[in-house]
């Protein structure tokens, strides 16, 4: 059972950048896709971008998209979420996740296993 734990959130500037990093132990990342979800105040958790086991496939959220980007350096047993151009909109808890996959394919739901979140605040 893989254990998740994201770091690198923080305060931030509109227009600035943040990396944040989820770090996977108990198990070989290569065998999960990932995801990366946020969740603002008062809404629902939703997903923002997610890749694919060995990292040929990505997606976005249209919100997001040419805005962030999401890399795994299977070896590292990481994920990274890279943030650019950030609004304050953008301002959420972000939580990553993983589900045991047997293909290449990136998935979008039923995710499995969730770290506990880290705040990114994003002032105008």
């Known amino acids: 059972q893989v254990q998740l734990a994201e770091s690198g959130g923080g305060l931030v500037q509109a227009g600035g950048s943040l990396t944040l990093s989820c770090a996977a132990s108990?198990?070989?990342?290569?065998?999960?896709?990932m995801g990366w979800f946020q969740q603002a105040p008062g809404k629902e958790r939703e997903l923002v971008a997610a890749?694919?086991?060995?990292?040929?496939?990505?997606y976005y959220a249209d919100s997001v998209k040419g805005r962030f980007t999401i890399s795994r350096d299977n070896a590292k047993n990481t994920v990274y979420l890279q943030m650019n151009s950030l609004k304050p909109e953008d301002t959420a808890v972000y939580y990553c996740?993983?589900?045991?996959?047997?293909?290449?394919?990136?998935?979008?739901?039923?995710?499995?296993?969730w770290g506990q979140g880290t705040q990114v605040t994003v002032s105008a």
């Open positions: 996740a993983a589900k045991l996959s047997f293909t290449g394919r990136i998935i979008l739901a039923g995710y499995d296993y």
């Open positions: 108990g198990g070989t990342l290569s065998n999960y896709a």
């Open positions: 890749v694919s086991r060995f990292g040929s496939n990505t």
